[in-house]
């Protein structure tokens, strides 16, 4: 029988295809805010993947950024699906984005894909273990200093990045990278970033269900923004190893 981790790497992989045969076009958009918006990208990589799933497990739920509830109703495996994180980039030809799948069942979300199409790299997890095709080498970036932080969410007045980034004892310890896909979050996994941050509430979240399963897999830390398990409270920080998890939790506690 096809495992799940299989499924999931087969739907991320198509959802890459779809991508990269599209990447570098004027493509209409379709826009949700004045300044968010989906392309026929978008969709032609969720429906992709949506074949693959609905292909391979029909009876499971299926949760699209694009197109929504597509799946079976009542089931207690849904399938989170980011078809394009990173649309902003794609459309302005920036190879930084990703495409993200995720199975959520009622033991949590334990596997996961997550592609970067433009560097032919996928990133993945069973629940209990953690790897990565299309690299050369499987072992991991060596110790870094940079942390990737999402700007798109804010509480009162600027976002919370914004506010960290211009902090002091911020910039004396850490270089601050802001990439707009939660495309990093894998590169915490893999030690390309020291951390990751992101405010607001993003429980069962399509942009970051696989991220954070790849970060449990690979043993970083993760946890809300005052250091209580993700999903307590507001915001997601996340770090490649326990010093680095302090630094950025006392750093940011000035900001909240």
Not at 15 to 20: E, I, M, S, V, Y
Not at 125 to 154: H, K, N
Not at 212 to 238: K, S
Request: aromatic share 6%; charged share 20%; hydrophobic share 45%.
């Amino acid at each position: 029988m096809t495992t799940d981790l299989a499924v999931a790497l087969e739907a991320v992989r198509a959802g890459a295809t779809a991508l990269l045969a599209m990447y570098g076009r004027d493509l209409e958009r379709t826009y949700k805010t004045d300044t968010d918006f989906a392309t026929a990208a978008d969709l032609a990589s969720e429906r992709a993947i949506l074949e693959v799933i609905h292909r391979a497990r029909p009876a499971d739920g299926f949760v699209g950024e694009e197109l929504g509830d597509a799946g079976a109703s009542g089931s207690d495996r849904v399938w989170l699906v980011d078809p394009l994180c990173g649309t902003l980039n794609y459309a302005a030809r920036t190879p930084l984005y990703s495409v993200n799948v995720a199975l959520r069942t009622a033991a949590g979300t334990q596997v996961a894909a997550v592609a970067h199409p433009s560097a032919g790299e996928v990133y993945w997890t069973g629940g209990d273990a953690f790897g990565i095709d299309g690299r050369e080498s499987g072992a991991v970036a060596g110790p870094t200093d940079l942390v990737d932080i999402d700007v798109d969410w804010a509480r009162d007045g600027a976002p919370l990045g914004l506010r960290l980034m211009a902090d002091p004892g911020f910039r004396s310890r850490f270089g601050a990278r802001v990439s707009s896909t939660s495309l990093a979050l894998a590169w915490v996994a893999t030690g390309q970033r020291a951390g990751y941050l992101v405010d607001g509430r993003h429980d069962d979240s399509v942009h970051f269900a696989a991220g954070l399963a790849l970060c449990a897999a690979a043993g970083c830390v993760v946890t809300d923004l005052r250091g209580r398990p993700v999903h307590t409270g507001e915001g997601i920080l996340a770090a490649a190893d326990p010093g680095t998890h302090a630094a950025l939790l006392e750093l940011v506690a000035a900001h909240l």
